[in-house]
């Protein structure tokens, strides 16, 4: 009789352990097409900013972590959809995304800025000099939404699957400009591709906040907060922002 006690309470430790390890794995959402914030590299494995930001604050909360991508246009229905508990894929906190997410304390602060050829040296970026232009972003982005906002009725506007594809239509002439977060822009800038290019004019938007998402009511939310004022406090941030850039941009 002993020693079938002790199997029964092997057998529930047992189980009481792989429900534990059960719920402390979680999934990161990312789009994976956004370097240097998220891109894969040459294996095929999802690097970036945003990566190993995820990566940092599953360590404080001491869970296991894997990432799952997803393309942008269905990022917020898929996390809606739990393919995976958060979404950390650079994305701006705005109040129509409120609406069917909530979001974590501000993990970078970014910009919007017009890039567009060096040679167009009298390229202007008011709203009279680009009457006509045809412009392109990132389909589901705020720069797509500015654009529609404030050009909307004077210039052409053109969206994209991926920042990628916008890039490559800018490469080939058919496109005048390109708006788009600045760090993005940045990044692109100092590739072959993007040297015949710069920024114009000062940034359209100056304070644009990103954050992490989370389904409505989360409890996630605030364990990912304390994690990353943890990450803040002890320079793990910095580290990885080091990494990427010259410049904080927390």
Known sequence: MQSYKKILLAAAISLAFCANAAAETLKMGIEAAYPPFNNKDASGQVVGFDKDIGDALCAKMKVECTVVTSDWDGIIPALN???FDFLVSSLSITDERKQAVDFTDPYYSN???FIAPKDKTDFKTDKASL????????RA???GTWLEDNLGDDITIKLYDTQENAYLDLTSGRLDAILADKYVNYEWLKSDAGKPYEFKG???????KIGIAVRKGDPIREKLNAALKEIVAD????KINDKYFPFSIY
């Open 202 to 208: 000062e940034p359209v938007v100056e304070s644009d």
């Open 141 to 143: 982005t705020l720069a």
């Open 235 to 238: 320079g793990t941030y910095k």
């Open 131 to 138: 009457k006509g232009k045809i412009i392109g972003a990132q």
């Open 111 to 113: 910009k919007l800025q």
């Open 81 to 83: 959809a739990k393919k």
